[in-house]
C-alpha cells in the first residue's frame, strides 16, 4: 500500500472530534497508535494526523477499516450517534450477566466524570446528570443553590454510573445509596475545592458542594 502524503505535524493530544472519538476508542482497547494502523492497513503517521488534525477528512473505506480494528461502527467514529441516548443495538447471543464487587465498583466509581443522581421532589422523584469525583470514599458534586442538584441533601438518594458499548453489546453500570448533605464547613467545601476534579459543564456559578455518603455499593456488568 502506497504511503500517506502528510502534511508536517507535530506529536499532540487529539484535537477534532473524529480525532477525539478515535484516541478514546483506542485508548479504551488498551491499544497504540501503531498497532491500530498497522492492523487497519495505514501509516502510523497518517492515523496521527486523523487524531491531531481537525480537518482531518479520511474517506469512507479508511473509516470502515478503522472502525472494524476499534471494535466499533462507522456511525460512532464519524459521531453520528452523538444525540442518540445509548443502547439501541441487539442483545448479544451470548452474554454473560454479572455482579460486581465493591471493590471493583469502587475503583469504577473513582474513574469519574457524570453521573445521574435521583432526587425527591414533592412532585416526585427527578433523575439529573452531575459532574462528580469521588473524595474519602464519598460521592461529590457541585450545584448551586435552588437547582434540582441541589434539592437532594437532607435526603437519601440514588447515585449510577454507567458504561454501554453498543458496538459490543456490553457494558456496566454501578449504583450509589447513601445520604446527601450539603457541605457547610468552610474548610471542607475549601478541600473539595483542592481535591475534586469536576467542574460543571453547565458553567455559572456553581459554588454549593454536595456530598453521598455511601451506605451500600453495587454494580452490575454484561460482557459477551
Known amino acids: 500500500m502506497a504511503e500517506q ?43 496521527r494526523y486523523l487524531e491531531e488534525q481537525p480537518g482531518a477528512a479520511p474517506g469512507t473505506g479508511v473509516l470502515i477499516r478503522l472502525a472494524g480494528v476499534l471494535g466499533t461502527t462507522l456511525n460512532q467514529l464519524a459521531g453520528g450517534d452523538i444525540d442518540l441516548p445509548p443502547g439501541p443495538g441487539r442483545a448479544a447471543r451470548n ?27 414533592d412532585e416526585g422523584p427527578v433523575i439529573v446528570p452531575v459532574n462528580y469525583s469521588v473524595v474519602d470514599g464519598a460521592v461529590v458534586f457541585r450545584t448551586a443553590p435552588g437547582t434540582t442538584p441541589a434539592r437532594a441533601s437532607g435526603h437519601r438518594v440514588a447515585f449510577e454510573i454507567d458504561r454501554i458499548d453498543d458496538a459490543l ?56
Open 169 to 224: 453489546s456490553q457494558g456496566w453500570s454501578v449504583l450509589v445509596r447513601g445520604d446527601a448533605r450539603a457541605v457547610t464547613d468552610p474548610d471542607e467545601a475549601r478541600r473539595l475545592d483542592e481535591r475534586a476534579f469536576s467542574t460543571p459543564w453547565t458553567g455559572g456559578r456553581r459554588e454549593l458542594w454536595t456530598r453521598i455518603d455511601p451506605l451500600e455499593v453495587t454494580g452490575r456488568r454484561i460482557t459477551v
Open 95 to 121: 452474554a454473560e450477566f454479572t455482579e460486581l464487587d465493591t471493590e471493583e465498583c469502587r475503583v469504577l466509581l473513582g474513574t469519574h466524570g457524570v453521573g445521574r443522581v435521583a432526587v425527591p421532589t
Open 5 to 47: 502524503v502528510l502534511p508536517n505535524v507535530a506529536e499532540g493530544a487529539p484535537v477534532g472530534d473524529l480525532g477525539r472519538r478515535l484516541a478514546r476508542r483506542r485508548t479504551e482497547l488498551g491499544l497504540t497508535r501503531r498497532a491500530v494502523a498497522v492492523r487497519a492497513g495505514l501509516a502510523p503517521g497518517y492515523l
